[in-house]
């Protein structure tokens, strides 16, 4: 079964500081896209950050920054300079893309609060 | 490339009663998506939807479910007769052409009763 584990259900920071989401999957594909959605509380699925699994240089979006560790099945977010617009579900995800199918599995999400 | 624009923002309606959501006309993608997220929970996949068929389910739609797109206007998800546990949110998503992401639209709330 292809299952998403999100090991922190919640985690806080105080604003300005780094903080690191943790996220494992578990995959018997070679190909697959891997990716962090944020909800916020008006609940809308936001993009952060997407990685492909064949690149080996990881991903960075501004303030947040991967650690892909592709042997582990290991697909970390880091926050940096936190702010207060952070705090939200963050949700990692997986898709398989093979014939078409575009089917995102997701964990169960960990819920960051920033601390002013 | 234009969201994803969903309707109603929020329903309310009685246990037993019919419910359409609906993604908003975008004309030019093949590719949608419903998910479903019930409060609390993590998203889950429902159906894909290609070339006004259904091209893959899930365990959770049933036949309670159905997704059709009525002479290429809008995408429309119904749930035949509601329980009080298809009380979640639900997002139209499509696939970002060339780049194997999908984008969520803002959601539906439904709330059974």
């Known amino acids: 079964a292809q299952t998403v584990t999100q090991s922190q259900p919640e985690m806080s920071v105080q604003e300005a500081e780094t903080v690191t989401l943790s996220c494992t999957y578990d995959t018997s594909e070679s190909d697959y896209y891997l990716f962090w959605y944020k909800q916020p509380p008006s609940r809308q699925m936001i993009l952060v950050i997407r990685?492909?699994?064949?690149?080996?240089q990881n991903a960075t979006e501004n303030r947040f920054s991967v650690n892909f560790q592709k042997a582990a099945k290991s697909f970390s977010l880091k926050i940096s300079d936190s702010q207060l617009g952070d705090a939200a579900m963050y949700f990692c995800?997986?898709?398989?893309?093979?014939?078409?199918?575009?089917?995102?599995?997701f964990g169960k999400g960990t819920k960051l609060s920033v601390i002013p | 490339e234009p969201e994803v624009t969903q309707t109603p923002s929020h329903q309310v309606t009685q246990m037993g009663q019919e419910v359409i959501l609906r993604c908003v006309p975008i004309?030019?993608?093949?590719?949608f998506y419903w998910y479903r997220q019930i409060l609390g929970q993590k998203v889950e996949f429902l159906v894909s939807?290609?070339?006004?068929?259904?091209?893959?389910k899930s365990e959770i739609f049933d036949d309670q479910f159905s997704v059709e797109r009525p002479d290429g206007s809008n995408f429309t998800l119904k749930i035949r007769s509601t329980k009080l546990e298809d009380s979640a949110m639900y997002f139209c998503a499509r696939i970002s052409s060339g780049a194997n992401v999908l984008t969520f639209g803002a959601g539906s709330r439904l709330t059974v009763l």
């Open positions: 939807f290609y070339n006004n068929e259904i091209s893959e």
């Open positions: 990685q492909e699994a064949y690149k080996q």
């Open positions: 995800a997986y898709i398989t893309p093979g014939a078409g199918s575009y089917q995102l599995t």
């Open positions: 004309s030019n993608h093949l590719y």
